[in-house]
Nanobody, 125 residues
Framework: QVQLVESGGGSVQAGGSLRLSCASF???????MAWFRQAPGKEREGVAI???????WYADSVKGRFTIYKDNAKNTLNLQMNSLKPEDTAMYYC????????????????????WGQGTQVTVSS
């Protein structure tokens, strides 16, 4: 069993930065780890993914602004978010999933087995 607990959300002005963290409890070393987000009235979308080989993938909307990385010593997954925009406002979720995934599957919420409770990010203009 895996448990995921996010932290680090908050309110920031456009152009600012935030770092989200996800503490994982249980064995996640061979799993895909990801950050998803969901804005009101919209579907949950994949933002950034990292695998056990530390390969990373990003949604086009966040490339060059967000960085996903692991801290294995602390068993945490992090998302550094820079140059934030109002359209980044959403609930952000940490997720973990088993198995090999195609590029399309990486960004599908259905491919992930465990989820955190979410942390709110609000970016004001």
């Amino acid at each position: 069993q895996v448990q995921l607990v996010e932290s680090g959300g908050g309110s920031v002005q456009a152009g600012g930065s935030l770092r989200l963290s996800c503490a994982s409890f249980g064995y996640t070393y061979n799993m895909y780890m990801a950050w998803f987000r969901q804005a009101p009235g919209k579907e949950r979308e994949g933002v950034a993914i990292i695998d056990s080989d530390v390969s990373t993938w990003y949604a086009d909307s966040v490339k060059g602004r967000f960085t996903i990385y692991k801290d294995n010593a602390k068993n945490t997954l992090n998302l550094q978010m820079n140059s934030l925009k109002p359209e980044d406002t959403a609930m952000y979720y940490c997720a973990a999933g088993y198995g090999r995934k195609s590029y399309v599957q990486l960004f599908s919420a259905f491919e992930y087995n465990y989820w955190g409770q979410g942390t709110q990010v609000t970016v004001s203009s």
